[in-house]
């Protein structure tokens, strides 16, 4: 017995778009890419650095935020500072210890350590720590300004961003970053002085004997000191230009963050060559 009803055609299953091929990137290309990305990221923070030297010499500056950006990223960062400078000392006097042994050396202890000190080590890892701490939290927060538009409503309120938000933060990165070398060089010397003390027997008036004794001069401290000025404007110039070029949401700003610490890191490496190269 039939139902009466007219036979049901069979569905046809809707056909998927062909995927997109695969575009095949030659190295060429790719190098080119990056080339292009990094001169763009260095053209900007060029012209970021420009804006904000106008501000600093017009003395267009919003006091109060340099002064609450001096605490954050300053005081806040000594107990950092205090155990990297310490523990670099006493390592400079581990790695000297066997040759200082073999050839009865122990007077020029404090000259080999306070040489290595004061011309490389301690503003290179000064750099690098503060880099970590104090550049990846500034791109953090100006990138999380970006994302969430207050930086646009700083314009829309007549604001200079540059003036009220950058310029107060590159001035505190760039003192931070060299009264915190002169401290790590201090605690530095006093860590190796008594490193010396602990591992070899050498007292610490032979140590410092050693390191005043007129083998360093004055240009081996001003050597460490203009680095820290450039290592701290390197890592100024980079997290606010990374900083303010976020996109994509959170996910942009970690990006940004990722990116301003490896950035840093080689602009201090590579900048640390060519001062180090005009200076002596």
Not at 176 to 201: E, K, Q, R, S, V
Request: net charge positive.
């Amino acid at each position: 017995m039939t139902s009466g009803l007219p036979p049901t055609k069979p569905r046809k299953r809707a056909q998927q778009p062909p995927a997109p091929p695969i575009k095949d990137v030659g190295i060429f290309e790719e190098v080119g890419s990056e080339f292009l990305e990094a001169a763009s990221t260095i053209g900007g923070m060029g012209l970021l650095g420009y804006q904000i030297a106008r501000r600093i010499m017009t003395l267009r500056l919003d006091g109060a935020e340099v002064v609450r950006n001096l605490y954050k990223m300053g005081v806040k960062s000594v107990p950092i500072v205090i155990v990297t400078a310490l523990f670099t000392g006493a390592i400079m006097v581990i790695q000297a210890a066997p040759v200082v042994v073999r050839l009865g050396a122990h007077g020029l202890l404090g000259w080999g350590a306070g040489f290595g000190i004061l011309r490389e080590i301690a503003p290179l890892l000064t750099a690098l720590m503060i880099n970590g701490r104090v550049g990846a939290n500034n791109t953090a927060e100006l990138g999380t300004m970006v994302v969430t538009e207050q930086i646009d409503a700083l314009r829309v309120l007549a604001i200079d961003p540059i003036a009220f938000l950058i310029a107060p933060r590159f001035i505190a990165m760039v003192t931070t970053l060299f009264l915190a070398t002169i401290f790590a060089d201090a605690l530095a010397l006093w860590g190796a002085a008594y490193g010396g003390l602990a591992l070899l027997g050498v007292e610490t008036k032979t140590f410092y004997n050693g390191l005043t004794s007129g083998l360093l001069g004055l240009g081996d401290v001003t050597s460490g000191l203009v680095k820290s000025v450039v290592f701290g404007i390197v890592i100024a110039l980079s997290s606010c230009q990374y900083g303010l070029g976020v996109k994509g949401g959170a996910p942009g700003v970690g990006r940004a963050v990722n990116a301003t610490v490896v950035a840093s890191a080689a602009g201090i490496f590579v900048l640390d060559y060519f001062v180090s190269f005009g200076l002596n």
